[in-house]
């Protein structure tokens, strides 16, 4: 059976004792959500089986009402947000809510938020991804509302400096602004109007790289990782690494560099594939038996993930050629099978400054 995670919010965590995420299995988001206890159902669903009116429901960066409901199919691994809907309208329990907020939550314009910017404080962006990919005050923290408990104290561990929360148009930021209160931090205030109003008052902003889809489908593991993440993902793919030796020890070797998604990965080796040699140079295959190595690695690799770019260098290292190859890349991983090209390289890299 489909397992997929739902995360739940904090408002509703009391309903899932505690937790902020579960496991459930479900072959569409519908059957996963009805795995919940049926008081945190009864919050979300409608007795009908709809979706309550002050509730989105989101797969992966997506609102299910955009792809098939609660019928949209999820696969292993698959991650469901249940997010309330103040972003307009809503129930009066939840403007009333709001209000209450307002009242505890210090609110800020945009250009009394760039004051308190210059003057040490961080701007944590909560929107999505795919809204933060419009646009985004330059220097913020882009903590997407699903990962901001799990990833602010590593950000910002200093529980003394101001912090000021926003979103699209400030209401979200409200109750991100209240956990971030609830964790300990003694000075939050709200963007009042959020980065719309931002925009609409002239002051300048940036746009930033992001992942598109198919990488954040591709390494979404990566991103939940805090020592990762999407800093460390876009590090990766500007990254360039040679592997010296398509054999026994730069096979592995190449194949979690690529699908790690090392940005250009270069193959160098002068041999070709022999029979005897695939219970370990899992890079070939015994259909690439007589092809030369480098060639057969290219499509290996190709084949695991395409997005890598992949530089062939059918050549025998040489000191006549090692710095010119060597040169154009970050990192060496030597996977040679013998002393003199060990030495050659290491000699190469001491005088390249490389690793």
Not at 70 to 99: C, F, N, Y
Request: glycine share 10%.
């Amino acid at each position: 059976m489909t397992k997929v995670t739902v995360r739940i919010p904090t408002p509703l965590r009391s309903l899932a004792g505690g937790a902020g995420e579960l496991q459930v299995p479900g072959a569409t988001v519908g059957e996963a959500l009805r795995q919940l206890d049926p008081a945190l159902i009864e919050r979300i669903l409608t007795p009908e089986g709809g979706v309550r009116h002050f509730v989105n429901i989101y797969l992966g960066s997506r609102n299910v009402v955009a792809l098939e409901g609660l019928a949209t199919p999820v696969a292993e691994g698959d991650i469901v947000s249940i997010i309330p809907a103040v972003a307009g309208g809503g129930s009066r329990a939840l403007e009333r809510r709001m209000e209450e907020l307002r009242a505890c939550i210090p609110e800020v314009t945009p250009r009394e938020a760039l004051a308190l910017q210059r003057a040490g404080a961080v701007l944590v962006d909560v929107r999505e991804p795919e809204e933060i990919a419009e646009g985004t005050p330059a220097g913020a923290l882009t903590l997407g509302r699903s990962y901001l408990e799990l990833d602010i104290e590593d950000e910002v561990p200093d529980k003394d400096r101001t912090l000021v929360v926003l979103c699209a148009v400030g209401q979200r930021s409200l109750f991100a602004a209240e956990d971030l209160r609830g964790l300990g931090y003694g000075d939050v205030r709200n963007l009042a109007g959020g980065f719309d109003r931002w925009k609409d008052e002239g002051i300048p902003f940036h746009i930033p790289r992001v992942l598109d889809a198919d990488a954040r489908a591709r390494y979404a593991r990566h991103l939940l990782m805090p020592e990762v993440g999407v800093a460390g993902q876009l590090r990766l793919l500007d990254s360039r690494v040679l592997v010296v030796g398509a054999g026994g020890l730069g096979s592995p070797a190449a194949l979690y560099l690529a699908a790690a998604g090392v940005g250009t990965l270069g193959i160098l080796d002068h041999d070709r594939v022999d029979r005897s040699n695939l219970q370990r140079q899992i890079l070939h295959t015994d259909a690439r038996v007589g092809e030369s190595k480098v060639e057969s690695a290219v499509q290996a690799i190709r084949a695991l993930n395409p997005s890598v770019r992949v530089v062939g260098h059918e050549v025998r290292l040489a000191s006549n050629n090692v710095e010119e190859i060597l040169g154009g890349y970050d990192l060496v991983v030597d996977g040679s099978d013998n002393f003199p090209t060990r030495y050659l390289i290491n000699d190469a890299c001491v005088k390249l400054g490389m690793s």
